[in-house]
């Protein structure tokens, strides 16, 4: 079935570091992708639409300067949290959707686990 | 704007026993698919079984069923003989069945204990 690769899985840095969290389709072309943010014990909310490209579409209330999004190849999308601060310590998910209609699933990365001290 | 709603935060059946987590979700759509994705401790997202609301019958995959009441709005997960790695967050999900738009809207998640 579809893979959807995410690295890295872990990452603990200092305070205003920025980090970037890369995700690959490995056995398909996604011109979409999504990054999601989750929160212990919570749902996984939205944070925006990665276009292959073109610039990403964010949902209402994330800092598109802060959390940069670069979609340069069918195969990968990149989210840099910019300046990272302990607030922004969380689980981030990226996803792609299979081509073949619209009734494909998304496909998950395995998440990135983000510690910032 | 969509929403779905799991209002089981937590659920637990005996092993190979069955269960099922509620799901109900408020649209303005007619045409739209559903999911459950399983979430277990290792985080990553698996996708459990998806529905399309233009088949009335409801999708089956092994242990795994669903009961989609498209006038109620409600997809819940049916899960027989239950195992122990079927422990995990469940959410449910909802995608509009529009061309282009792919947004998956998440439930609050269910968290399933199995007991031994």
């Known amino acids: 079935g579809a893979v959807v690769s995410q690295h890295p899985s872990r990452v603990i840095c200092k305070s205003g570091t920025s980090v970037k969290i890369e995700c690959r389709s490995l056995?398909?072309?996604?011109?979409?992708m999504f990054w999601y943010r989750q929160f212990p014990k919570k749902s996984l909310m939205l944070m925006a639409t990665?276009?292959?490209?073109?610039?990403?579409?964010?949902e209402q209330g994330v800092e598109k300067d802060k959390f940069l999004i670069n979609h340069a190849s069918l195969t990968l999308s990149t989210l840099t949290v910019t300046s990272a601060h302990p607030e922004d310590s969380s689980f981030y998910i990226c996803?792609?959707?299979?081509?073949?209609?619209?009734?494909?699933?998304?496909?998950f990365g395995d998440g990135t686990r983000l510690s910032i001290l | 704007a969509q929403t779905v709603t799991q209002s089981q935060p937590e659920m637990s059946v005996q092993e190979a026993e069955t269960v099922t987590l509620s799901c109900t979700y408020d649209?303005?759509?007619?045409?739209?698919?559903l999911f459950w994705y399983k979430q277990p401790p290792s985080r990553q997202m698996i996708l459990v079984i998806r529905q399309e609301a233009y088949k009335q019958q409801n999708a089956t995959e092994n242990r795994f069923s669903v009961n989609f009441q498209k006038a109620a709005k409600s997809f819940s997960l049916k899960i027989s003989d239950s195992q122990l790695g079927d422990a995990a967050m469940y959410f449910c999900a909802y995608r509009p069945g529009i061309q282009g738009a792919q947004k998956l809207v998440f439930g609050q998640g269910t968290r399933l204990t199995i007991n031994p």
């Open positions: 056995d398909f072309q996604a011109t979409t």
């Open positions: 990665s276009n292959e490209g073109s610039k990403a579409t964010y």
């Open positions: 996803s792609a959707r299979a081509p073949g209609g619209g009734n494909q699933p998304q496909h």
């Open positions: 649209t303005s759509e007619s045409d739209y698919y």
